[in-house]
């Protein structure tokens, strides 16, 4: 069945509702007779509503007594009805009158400007005192999402059908949860009750909840972001009365086209600045969304959304899915915002009116009344002094978005830096409700369609795969898998003839390899990692075998020991190395052996752990006897370059006279610190995982070589400082940066395998997409015991240079330009310059990429990078 969960990840909103036994009940419909769908159903006195299906029959539930009801729907005029509730439903037949726009006497200004831009300075202005009005709110929200797949590719009819996904067939989901939300984004979800259709295990409605268009969504500019004039134009189109209130209705209107832009139309209450209702579109390569909110008052000056309607449309390779969430929210507990001055921001409401309507005089309101100048902060006066102005500009727009945003933040100084995660609690009865149950607290009727989709489930769904458990029992002995032994213990495998069982290089020849592990993962947060590999070479007839363990054992500290040992075939570039299954392809295909490799026999213990927050210190010792290798295997199965295998030794090596080959004995000693500041992180299963911060980390690694104890001939010191961070400038784009350097002190007794290797990833292959790799470097070249600095500098914007072509403006990929530089004592800079497309029907990536030794150019190519369980890619 398909999962709404699918459609969860294009953009993060929601919300639901519950019921009583009477209340009104009915139909919205228009003066022609046709049905209003979802329109907002609303007692403000109560903090209650739902919202009408799509066939325009709505159902609320009332305490007894008498009711002012209000009837919502973008384009209409808001109905109020008073009604009396006994102890039954009254139905209600309830006409909605066209809304009615009036346009000011003068729709452009002096300056030739629309007053739409007025009104959205203002909004804007105000729109970070709206995101943080509110500290903490809790509700009821009812949650139904129904799709259908509308049209699907022959080549998977037959599988889907199987899975009960067929063409026309409906699938609904609907919950009744309580959620709790505080700032800056705790939230907590209760599942009351669940039902779906299908095979859906979606419980919690928390990611449509938290969804502000205050701020943007997923990289989606919002028309009230502090940078919507720079991407948007406005236009009045009308105003209208609400009651006391005048309502602006405001059309949006991309500058440019682009996946991270919406159009439509927002509505802004005059005085307060903030939204009334939104009726907006998103529309992306694939999918396209049309978002519909209503906001009602829930307390005194504070409006939160009450009803939300979300259309996806899906498209891809034939596949054709009509999705639509609905979402109504009731029983508001709002807790406002205690660091914020309300009585500051909130005075004076409604004293404006620039829409060439005559606004009733407002009593004031001693509850938030002006406070006297001498009690306002330098802030305040900085922030009062814009919000006089007869007309803002673009700049004081920005500049008051900005003060407000840094007050909220001021406040929140000392918040800790945890970060808390989607909290849901599923009560034990939830799946379990009765149709009965539902009929009486479902506020929104389900459709004929939904009701038949429910109708179609079969009472006893558990013998329909009745060969499944056999199958995916063989298929996990054949392939590898996960299997759990135990709530806190899982066991994985690769199989008895699972892909990484073989692999191919010419030391080895084909190895059959065999691999186990063990996690033990208990409540209290520590736990218990054990692997092994066990591999035969078949090629030069070696056994080889290791193990790890990894014990964590202070999860707020993220502490570990970390002992591993054993006889394994190794990279001599062991912090990069190349893929084996890159090197299987280019060794039998193209007939070029990349991999280099030595055996060691090695025994090593480390550990880390988190002193303190943002610092993070690894020791380590390992003992190694490594031993050079040759080639036992020359076989190939094309060879279309005329190429010849290579002896195993690294390119270059061979040249430097410190790089010592042969077999030795090695004792190293590690120690690396890494600092962040202010860096934020979250509790999962009560393990600390650590999650961004707006700092860079200062990372120092040193490693000693200790020579004469156990046997060992390595004698050396290396130091290495480094720096990365990666940030975001909206509308300019992501950054991303790593510079390090470092230093080899008494190098006498240094080998090959302790040089410092650079992350090299020549054009054949693309293994990984990290921005401290070079591009047009072969493996091991400039591996040194010399001084060294390197340069990484990325810059990653969905809109650089063919993104700015119309018919590529829609589309999801992103533009990377990127600068890599190396410079290694005794021997001329090297650097590369490249441009890359990712995201290229939503899987692929393109470089292009030239590289330079000093002066001289060194090599051009391109790239197409291809996803795998390690990014794989091929180039030329």
Known sequence: MMRPALFVLILCLLYPAGAIAQGIEGRVHNPEGESVPFATVYVPELHHGTIANAEGEFQLSLPPGAHRVHIQYLGYKTQILEVFVEDEYERLDILMEVQEYRLPPVTVTASGEDPA????????GMSQYYLNQVSAYSCRVYLKGSGVVKNMPGLMRRQLEREGIEEGRYFVTETISDVHFELPDKTSTEV???????????????????ISFYRDINGIISPLSRNAMQVYRFELSGSFREEDELIHRIRVIPKRPGPDLYSGTIYIREGSWNLHSVDLRVAQNLFSIDIRQQYNRVADQVW????????????????????QYMVSVRDYQ????????????LRGMGDEDHSGFELPATPADPAIAMPQEQGLTQRQREIEKLRQAENPDNRDMRRMNRLIRREARNARRGESLELFPYETVLHDSARVRSPEYWDRNRPVPLSSEELESFGELAPD??????????????????????????????????GLAGPSSFYYNTVDGIPYKKSLGLQHRPEHGRY???????????ARERLLADMSLRYGYQPLRRAYIHVSGGRATADFDHRHGIPELFNAVTTLYFKQNLLKLYEKDYVGIAHRTDPFNGLVVHTGLKLAARRQLTNHSHSFITNPFGEHFTPNIPPHAGQLPKARLYDHRALTADIGLSYTHRHYYRMQNQRKVMAYSRYPTLSLFYRRGIDGLLGSDTRFTFLEASIRQGFQWQLIGQFDYHLAAGRFFETDGVFFADFRHFHTNPVWVKATNRVDMFRTLGHYARSTTNDFAVAHLRYNHHRFLVKRLPF??????????????????????YWELGYGLEQLFLLFSFEVVTGFSGSRHQYTGF??????????????
């Open 117 to 124: 831009y007025y009104f959205m300075r203002r909004a804007i």
């Open 192 to 210: 009351i009750s669940l039902r779906s259709s299908g095979n859906d295990n979606q419980s919690s409605p928390m990611a449509f909840v938290t």
């Open 304 to 323: 939160m959304p009450v009803s939300q309607h979300f259309d996806v449309d899906f498209s891809l390779m034939g596949f054709d899915v009509a999705y």
């Open 334 to 345: 709002i807790t406002m915002n205690p660091d914020l001055d309300h009585a500051f921001y």
């Open 461 to 494: 769904t558990k013998g329909t795969f009745s060969g499944e458990g056999s199958n995916t029992l063989l298929r996990q002995l054949l392939l590898g898998g996960r299997h759990r032994i135990s709530e806190t213990t899982m066991l994985t495998h690769n």
């Open 528 to 538: 218990l990692d054990l692997s092994g590999n066990v591999s035969y070479a078949f």
């Open 808 to 829: 590529l403006a829609g589309n999801l990929m992103r533009e990377t330009l990127f600068v890599n530089t190396l410079f290694v004592r005794d021997h001329k800079p």
């Open 863 to 876: 790239r197409l990078g291809i996803p795998l369980p390690e990014q794989l890619g091929i180039g030329f």
